[in-house]
């Protein structure tokens, strides 16, 4: 059953041709549509319908200026994206040592034309993953936006729910996935709307994704796009968001190095307490 096996996977810049069908636009999206025969062919990616948790993060109009790429919604003040898409260089040796670039973050936007002020949220903070500037690949190319103010939930901006325990990617192989995102065309032109591609999925995935449970099926996040290769080549490289869960939640509930220590010490006293 295709509804079971389907993922949604966020392209934070991969190569979608810009090619468009406009009886996709303005559609819901639902597991019935994202595994329909059609879709399936869609090779070159097509113009995806509103999806609520999807975000634009900006730098520049150029790729050469940092360009813009993508990233997803996941609480009511926090986005996840990679590590890269906020360097103006984002080769691994450029990233290196090097501070992040503040984004300019549009939510609830389809087209690019739609990145103006009143779509735009305020960022508080960025947090890159530990590992990815120590890294001589390209693991741990994760990290966190905060914003600085809670955003306003609606039909146009909800979150996607990250995995629960017991949700594991493994068990979509050989299913087929659904990359969002605006993209750069195959002549390294901007894409102007919102664009979806089907995929099927391999063993090793890394990049913004999200899931539709087979038993329950409850959607949620499950990996993230870290790097697209050529757009010659059919297999982008997707990363487990299930891997980073620790460090994600850490992050979101504003965890320092003490915080651990000072959760073990109290359950300890709590435990004496009742011999």
Partial sequence: MWFSQTVLLLATCACLADEVLTEEMNQPLSASRIASPRSRRMIGGTLAPHVPWQVMVYIADKMLDGGSAGGALISDRWILTTGRNLFVRKSRQETQGKDPVIPKVYLGIHGRIQAVASNEVAVEKIVL???FQNS???ENDLALIQLKKPVLMSDKVT????PERGQDLADTLGGTGVITGWGW?????LATS???LVVPLANQMRGALVVTDAATGDIYAAG????DKSCQVSNAVYMKISSYLPWIHSVIR??????SALRSAAMTKMYSWQQ
């Fill in 129 to 131: 993953h530990p590992g």
């Fill in 136 to 138: 001589s690949d390209w």
């Fill in 194 to 196: 919102l664009k979806h």
């Fill in 159 to 162: 979150p996607i729910p990250l």
């Fill in 224 to 227: 993230i796009l870290s790097f």
């Fill in 185 to 189: 065309g195959t002549t390294f032109t």
């Fill in 254 to 259: 504003g965890d320092t190095e003490k915080s």
